[in-house]
């Protein structure tokens, strides 16, 4: 007599599988989420740069119509309101210098709050300086 192997049809998945499969899942989920906040920081930081970019047109408008720069509160009077997509994680403020002898300056700088507070500040000037260039 002859013993035949007997095939069991298996449905599911053993522990040791569930386990590997959890390990290779940690182990990508691990190796992509910094790349995806860097990602993430950058694309918020685009955002800011836009707001800094109009804010400096707005300038010039202003500094053309009223032969001077207009402060944040000037701005915000205005009608001018930082995106929504940007609000959430950056502030603004003007510095304005004016003098007798020299054409009036402005310096815009970005803020960043909440999430984005490990960014670091970025700066935008009358003159089209932006700092700190590795950030633009």
Same mark, same amino acid.
């Given at each position: @007599?002859?013993?035949?192997?007997?095939?069991?049809?298996?449905?599911?998945?053993?522990?040791?599988?569930?386990?590997?499969? @959890?390990?290779?899942?940690?182990?990508? $989920?691990?190796?992509?989420?910094?790349?995806?906040?860097?990602?993430?920081?950058?694309?918020?930081?685009?955002?800011?740069?836009?707001?800094? @970019?109009?804010?400096?047109?707005?300038?010039?408008?202003?500094? @053309?119509?009223?032969?001077?720069?207009?402060s944040a509160t000037t701005l915000q009077s205005s009608g001018y309101n930082l995106?929504?997509?940007?609000?959430?994680?950056?502030?603004?403020?003007?510095?304005?210098?004016? $003098?007798?002898?020299?054409?009036?300056?402005?310096?815009?700088?970005?803020?960043?709050?909440?999430?984005?507070?490990?960014?670091?500040?970025?700066?935008?000037?009358?003159?089209?300086?932006?700092?700190?260039?590795d950030r633009w």
């Amino acid at each position: @007599m002859e013993i035949s192997a007997v095939h069991l049809n298996q449905q599911g998945l053993t522990l040791v599988e569930l386990v590997v499969v @959890m390990a290779i899942v940690g182990v990508l $989920s691990a190796l992509a989420y910094p790349a995806y906040s860097q990602h993430v920081l950058k694309g918020r930081r685009v955002g800011a740069q836009a707001a800094a @970019m109009d804010i400096a047109s707005r300038e010039h408008q202003f500094l @053309m119509a009223d032969r001077s720069y207009a402060s944040a509160t000037t701005l915000q009077s205005s009608g001018y309101n930082l995106p929504t997509s940007v609000s959430p994680y950056y502030t603004y403020s003007i510095a304005l210098t004016a $003098s007798a002898t020299a054409p009036p300056t402005f310096l815009i700088t970005m803020t960043p709050i909440n999430s984005q507070a490990s960014d670091g500040t970025l700066t935008l000037s009358s003159e089209g300086v932006k700092a700190p260039t590795d950030r633009w």
